[in-house]
């Protein structure tokens, strides 16, 4: 059974996430303009040295609403080191170190905050918007099948990774040819036999949330019933989704920033939120290093009764198959089930994941296209141009 990625060396993106990348993200929450007081620039300068030296792991202290979560969580990585421990956890724990340098619990500092509304205010998302709007009269399979690939492409923009958030949504022209897996037919599918509500896994604000959403009003409109947007509790990875965000992109919507076709979506989805078909769920379970197969009953329950999980993102691919690289040819049932005991994900609708690749693991796709891929571009996995529409049918 194979090992979840680690930053010792072993595999060079998450190493160099670390080393470079985060520190990186240190220097951009700085000096990005959101006036950090004294002690928290000081705190997040001492998290940024213990990056790049590799120090031995540190959790963050009291008062914190999820303290004795992470203590349990931490007690099995304790003796580790920046550079020297599973991926998976110690990404989640740096961006819960900012989290605690900025004291968000007692503040409501969001460290991120004019990165977003950056992203929020950017020329690309108004032109974004009057293009799925002239989608509205489609026919409902050939709207939602484009809709399905925006949320996928607008997954680029990550703002904890600038490189591949430069690459925006892509040309239109690109999008279908830089699919690797797309099992979209077969959700179209599902969505037009099965009538009931979505669970959207939500991961990035700004443009993809922007995309999700749109998608959500698509839902609603042919499900005839409700979208939940699984969001964070709290900010982390920069520019991951909160319930803060949901509402602000739809008062952005209404306001007409991103252009007069999106105050007829502003204000349905506005509608839907009011009168509960479009519902938001945060939790603190997507804000900690947990697996999938983890999957606290609370938020099971949401999941049994939907037709379908749409599982949005890097991190949440990583959390699905155990941020595991698994060699090519390894089928994505496979990844799945050897997790499944903890949270019977067989009783799970099928889950549809869609990311723009920026980390290594992948199942699912042959050996053939790998080396393929391999020789062509060596930073496939990683860079952000290739994505996947991937359906997961639990109990396969």
């Known amino acids: 059974m194979p090992n979840p990625i680690r930053t010792d060396g072993s595999n060079r993106f998450a190493r160099d996430s670390i080393a470079v990348r985060y520190p990186s993200i240190i220097d951009e929450t700085i000096h990005g303009g ?65 989290l605690q340098a900025v004291r968000w619990w007692e503040t409501g500092t969001d460290p991120y905050a004019m990165a977003k509304e950056a992203e929020y205010l950017s020329p690309r998302l108004a032109e974004l918007m009057r293009e799925v709007g002239g989608f509205s009269q489609s026919d409902p399979s050939d709207r939602l099948s484009v809709l399905l690939l925006h949320s996928l492409w607008g997954n680029r923009v990550d703002l904890s990774n600038r490189e591949t958030a430069r690459l ?11 699919l690797l897996l797309d099992d979209r037919e077969a959700v179209i599918r599902r969505l037009g036999d099965t009538r009931g509500e979505v669970s959207i896994v939500t991961d ?34 920069v520019s991951d989704a909160t319930s803060e965000d949901v509402r602000a992109m739809i008062a952005l919507f209404r306001s007409g920033s991103t252009g007069r076709e999106s105050v007829g979506l502003g204000d349905r989805l506005r509608g839907a939120l009011r009168e509960g078909r479009l519902r938001l769920a945060p939790d603190l379970y997507w804000n900690l290093p947990y697996w999938l197969a983890e999957l606290p009953p609370r938020i099971a329950q949401l999941f049994e009764r939907s037709v379908l999980v749409i599982l949005k993102g890097d991190a949440n691919y990583r959390r699905l198959v155990r941020d595991t690289d698994w060699p090519p040819g390894a089928p994505l049932a496979e990844a799945v089930s050897l997790w499944r005991p903890t949270a019977e994900l067989s009783r799970l609708p099928p889950i549809l994941a869609l990311r723009s690749l920026k980390s290594d693991p992948l199942a699912g796709i042959s050996p053939e296209r790998a080396d393929r891929l391999d020789r062509s571009d060596p930073q496939w996995r990683t860079n952000g141009r290739y994505g996947i529409a991937q359906l997961h049918r639990s109990g396969a």
């Open 168 to 178: 925006g949504i892509g040309d239109p022209s690109e999008r279908d040819s830089r």
């Open 34 to 98: 959101s006036d950090l007081p004294s002690a928290a620039v000081r705190e997040l300068a001492r998290l940024r040295d213990e990056l790049t030296t590799g120090a031995p792991l540190r959790l963050f202290e009291p008062p914190a609403p999820d303290y004795d979560v992470w203590v349990q969580r931490f007690a099995r990585y304790a003796r580790d080191a920046w550079l020297d421990t599973e991926w998976f956890f110690g990404d989640h724990l740096f961006y819960r170190r900012i």
């Open 204 to 237: 990035n604000a700004g443009t993809e949330l922007a995309m999700d959403l749109v998608l959500a009003d698509a839902l609603i409109a042919l499900q005839h019933t409700a979208v939940y947007l699984h969001v964070k509790m709290h900010p982390t990875y």
